[in-house]
């Protein structure tokens, strides 16, 4: 009969590799998803173009339109922001300082500005128009408001340069 013999271990602890533990792979997984949420993001930032000032005009101006207007507090709201989208069109397009120039102020801005004569006569109407129903409390026709709400899309039409 032979002797049995013990063998001792070689080694007496046994450590894996840093990249084959758990926190190796949490932290490879983490830095692998924000990757690929950083391409996207760049992805989708570079692909889309920055408006012009008259693309955003006309976009805006197409989302505001009178014939969701019912009541006269509607109407109201609705020459608010027609000519709060005229001024602010007027400082991207032109960089001019309109924002806090009252509508009549506004006209003779432009006109001291050697602007279009007959953009500066529609303009004018329009403001004769919000004046009428912001501050005189009068019912607006819908088809006063849906001229004026075409004459200042065709203001930013005018004034938008032939590439």
Not at 80 to 95: D, I, N, Q
Request: hydrophobic letters at 45%; glycine letters at 2%.
């Amino acid at each position: 009969m032979a002797p049995v013999v013990f063998y001792e271990e070689i080694y007496d602890f046994y450590t894996p590799p840093f990249w084959q533990t758990t926190w190796f792979h949490v932290v490879v997984g983490v830095a692998v998803v924000l990757l690929i949420c950083l391409g996207a993001y760049l992805f989708i930032r570079l692909r889309t173009k920055p408006l012009t000032a008259w693309e955003w005009a006309l976009r805006e101006l197409r989302a505001t339109t009178p014939s969701r207007c019912t009541t006269k507090e509607d109407f109201k709201k609705f020459y608010f922001r027609l000519t709060a989208l005229t001024k602010m069109y007027l400082h991207r397009r032109y960089s001019w300082d309109v924002d806090d120039r009252t509508d009549l102020e506004l006209v003779q801005f432009l006109e001291q500005q050697v602007f279009d004569r007959d953009t500066i006569q529609m303009l004018q109407k329009v403001a004769e128009g919000a004046v009428w129903v912001k501050y005189a409390n009068m019912d607006a026709l819908k088809s006063q408001a849906e001229a004026d709400w075409k004459s200042i899309i065709a203001m930013v039409e005018h004034t938008t340069p032939v590439s």
